[in-house]
């Protein structure tokens, strides 16, 4: 960090005596510089904007689906890449300074701490405060989630700052003022019917505290007695539990978010993450706009086919449509083709993954220009589909849509209300004060845009095949739940952190489709008449003795190579440690 500031401040020096005409030295009218900036309305709205990139969602020049490959490296989805994820292959670079990066906060903290320049009446500079104080909660919460403790810097500092050498603090500590911070946003931001449009809303603040506390309370509840946990108490711990009930509370009980739905079962679900303006959607607390036209578009839909896959562990726990565990249902028609794995299931399901003949891309006149047939799986590492299982979900299905780089515009979602129903009675079952009206509420709502059975707390029906044998029924459906509702949308892979679910992940093998389904080379695709992919089991498509694709089965033999001594956090680059040596490095990864 203060190698850092060395640099900026070389920077500095040399474009103050590269140029000396009178007009060079004039400030840039199209940026906001440190000597010039006096907050007004103008000034703060363009510094808070700087920020909103910074919200999850794709990008146009980047790989990737957005939040859509969120759960990679999971136990819901299966990229192409692992190597440099440590619970994954069990390495890790430790001079790479991954993640521990503080130009961020600096940037906000600055704000924070000239803001008082300001002429503006409080009603104006406030909410813009409450923005910068929003986004500081959000990159601390996102530092915290892969570091745990950390030094809390609420000043701007310079190369001579003595808090560059300060020590980290317990998370709890941070915690605490990342929910300080929330709720100065909270009490400051408009509600989203006033707020102006794609700005930060009261609702959106609601929703982080809410992620953030549950995240904390739970975490510091599984991981007590460990190098993992925080300071809290039980009590401490509680209150955590208590402000995530409360915050998503109060969006449902103001009433005005509902769970989109047109009475359309089929497609409802689906058709919420394929919209191009959620303005108007009910369901949307906080989203991102695209328009092509602007010059504002992203690369999503370019690279849908291929990178990731759908992983046989999320497939099979969807529950049947009457709401029973395939293990014990009597119309599960097994997984020896893709109709038949979606079949009688769960309609969220049948929405995650492609079936054959359906389009992976459309023509200029949105005719089905290619079909899908297991087309992507031999492709190369960087394209192709893993598992057999390809992502439907967030893939506008009616017409092309963004196939050059930087022309989606399907728009991405930050925030929805269905993620605050699952918080609410995740933090209620967590406090023992689960009733048949939250389920009501909550559940009930989620499922009844797709169909679904209501949830019946008294009449659940045991599954050999759990995540969690050592839960209560009641616990391992509401995790189900949540598992289900928000799959492949970010949320798994820290799911199972907070909730020290290491037996999911310590030695798992990622599995795909029935391999027996799959064409061999020399076959002709039925839906385009020509050659089949050239699918060669053993040489780009790898398979176990148990009949399942398996895409890591030479790379990583044995499975995820997740050591839960270690790898619930990452590590603290050696440079870092060098700089600072008042840091500690985090648990099991001394000895690296």
């Known amino acids: 960090m203060k190698t850092k500031y060395f640099f900026f401040s070389i920077l500095i020096f040399t474009a103050l005596y590269a140029c000396n005409e009178d007009f060079l030295d004039r400030y840039p009218l199209d940026m906001l510089t440190d000597v010039s900036m006096t907050f007004s309305e103008r000034?703060?709205?363009?510094?808070?904007?700087?920020?909103?990139?910074?919200?999850?969602?794709?990008?146009?020049?980047?790989?990737?689906?957005?939040?859509?490959?969120?759960?990679?490296?999971?136990?819901?989805?299966?990229?192409?890449?692992?190597?440099?994820?440590?619970?994954?292959?069990?390495?890790?670079a430790l001079s790479r300074a991954y993640g521990w990066s503080w130009e961020t906060i600096r940037d906000l903290n600055y704000f924070l701490e000239n803001c008082h320049k300001t002429e503006e009446p409080s009603s104006i500079a406030l909410p813009y405060i409450a923005e910068i104080r929003y986004f500081r909660a959000y990159h601390y919460f996102n530092l915290l989630t892969m570091f745990g403790d950390l030094p809390w810097y609420n000043k701007t500092l310079t190369m001579n700052s003595p808090e560059l050498y300060d020590p980290r603090i317990s998370r709890s500590v941070i915690c605490d003022s990342i929910l300080a911070d929330l709720d100065f946003a909270v009490k400051h931001l408009k509600p989203k019917k006033q707020a102006v449009s794609l700005r930060l809303n009261r609702e959106s603040a609601l929703t982080l505290k809410s992620r953030v506390a549950l995240f904390e309370g739970t975490w510091e509840k599984y991981h007590k007695g460990t190098a993992f946990a925080g300071s809290k108490d039980d009590e401490g711990i509680k209150n955590y539990l208590l402000q995530a009930r409360d915050a998503a509370y109060r969006i449902i009980q103001e009433g005005n978010f509902n769970i989109y739905s047109t009475n359309n079962k089929e497609w409802d679900y689906i058709n919420l993450f394929n919209q191009r303006d959620l303005s108007d959607n009910p369901e949307i607390i906080l989203w991102k706009k695209f328009d092509a036209d602007q010059q504002v578009g992203h690369s999503g839909m370019r690279y849908r086919a291929g990178g990731t896959g759908i992983s046989k562990s999320l497939v099979d726990a969807y529950l049947d449509q009457d709401g029973i565990?395939?293990?014990?249902?009597?119309?599960?028609?097994?997984?020896?083709?893709?109709?038949?794995?979606?079949?009688?299931?769960?309609?969220?399901?049948?929405?995650?993954?492609?079936?054959?003949?359906?389009?992976?891309?459309?023509?200029?006149?949105?005719?089905?220009?290619?079909?899908?047939?297991?087309?992507?799986?031999?492709?190369?590492?960087?394209?192709?589909?893993?598992?057999?299982?390809?992502?439907?979900?967030?893939?506008?299905?009616?017409v092309k849509e963004g196939q050059l780089i930087g022309t989606g515009t399907r728009a991405e979602i930050i925030f929805r209300y269905a993620e605050v129903l699952l918080n609410y009675v995740e933090a209620r079952a967590e406090l023992g004060e689960l009733t048949a009206e939250d389920i009501t509420l909550t559940i009930d709502k989620i499922r009844t845009r797709v169909g679904m059975p209501k949830f019946k707390m008294e009449n659940i029906t045991v599954d050999p095949k759990w995540d969690f044998p050592e839960l209560s029924p009641l616990m391992n459906e509401i995790r189900r739940e949540r598992r289900i509702e928000l799959a492949c949308e970010g949320f798994r892979y820290y799911d199972l952190f907070r909730w020290r679910a290491h037996h999911l992940l310590k030695s798992y093998k990622p599995k795909g489709v029935w391999a027996a389904m799959l064409p061999q080379a020399g076959g002709i695709n039925p839906y385009t008449g020509a050659a089949n992919p050239q699918i060669r089991i053993g040489q780009n498509v790898y398979v176990g003795s148990d009949g399942y694709v398996q895409p890591y089965l030479y790379s990583l033999p044995d499975g995820f190579r997740f050591n839960e001594n270690r790898d619930y956090l990452l590590p603290i680059p050696v440079s870092e440690l060098t700089l600072n040596p008042n840091l500690k490095q985090n648990p099991g990864w001394e000895r690296e």
Not at 50 to 72: C, H, M, R, T
Not at 364 to 380: C, E, H, L
């Open 43 to 92: 000034e703060m709205e363009l510094y808070c904007n700087n920020f909103y990139p910074s919200l999850p969602g794709v990008k146009a020049y980047e790989w990737s689906q957005g939040i859509f490959w969120g759960d990679n490296h999971s136990d819901n989805m299966v990229p192409s890449s692992y190597t440099s994820i440590p619970q994954v292959s069990g390495t890790f």
């Open 325 to 398: 565990p395939i293990a014990k249902s009597l119309k599960y028609q097994g997984d020896r083709t893709l109709e038949d794995v979606v079949k009688f299931r769960d309609r969220r399901l049948r929405h995650m993954i492609l079936l054959p003949g359906e389009a992976v891309e459309y023509d200029d006149k949105g005719n089905n220009a290619y079909p899908f047939y297991f087309n992507w799986m031999p492709s190369g590492d960087a394209a192709k589909n893993t598992t057999g299982y390809q992502l439907l979900k967030g893939q506008i299905r009616e």
